[in-house]
């Protein structure tokens, strides 16, 4: 397999910027940060996405998001945290292998909410209930 994110979870690659590692997860500076501290964190397992993702690999891999995160608010100070996954060509996934932006947020960075990333004002021409039965899990 050629994946970048692999290769960096072999260790195949010299990485002076890895932060953190468990068992299952690895996190690493982004090379292109959108803010001091912008960090990725991987399954070292090859997903492609969180759908992909085993069940027994979440509790890892989100633990390896909080600790990066809290680690990022002891050091680094920052006055909040956007935490996300671009899943899919079209919403931004450049890398095929799953990882989690986890961005430090500081006053006056220019930056805006998740809710700035779509501009569709009126996604719910169904109506919010019709579009909640189609999604509904039943237990």
């Given at each position: 397999?050629?994946?970048?994110?692999?290769?960096?979870?072999?260790?195949?690659?010299p990485s002076?910027?890895?932060?953190?590692?468990?068992?299952?997860?690895?996190?690493?500076?982004?090379?292109?940060?959108?803010?001091?501290?912008?960090?990725?964190?991987?399954?070292?397992?090859?997903?492609?996405?969180?759908?992909?993702?085993?069940?027994?690999?979440?509790?890892?891999?989100?633990?390896?998001?909080?600790?990066i995160t809290?680690?990022?608010?002891?050091?680094?100070?920052?006055?909040?945290?956007?935490?996300?996954?671009?899943?899919?060509?079209?919403?931004?996934?450049?890398?095929?292998?799953?990882?989690?932006?986890?961005?430090?947020?500081?006053?006056?960075?220019?930056?805006?909410?998740i809710h700035?990333?779509?501009?569709?004002?009126?996604?719910?021409?169904?109506?919010?209930?019709?579009?909640?039965?189609?999604?509904?899990?039943?237990?």
């Amino acid at each position: 397999m050629d994946c970048l994110f692999c290769k960096i979870a072999r260790k195949g690659l010299p990485s002076d910027v890895i932060v953190y590692e468990n068992d299952a997860a690895m996190a690493f500076l982004d090379i292109h940060p959108l803010s001091l501290g912008h960090t990725l964190v991987i399954p070292k397992i090859h997903y492609e996405n969180i759908i992909t993702l085993k069940e027994d690999e979440i509790t890892p891999l989100f633990s390896a998001v909080k600790k990066i995160t809290e680690q990022l608010m002891k050091v680094l100070s920052p006055h909040g945290f956007t935490i996300g996954i671009n899943h899919g060509k079209d919403a931004g996934q450049v890398v095929d292998h799953l990882h989690i932006h986890v961005i430090p947020r500081y006053l006056g960075d220019g930056g805006r909410s998740i809710h700035s990333i779509i501009q569709n004002s009126s996604p719910y021409e169904e109506g919010l209930h019709n579009i909640a039965k189609k999604i509904r899990i039943s237990q």
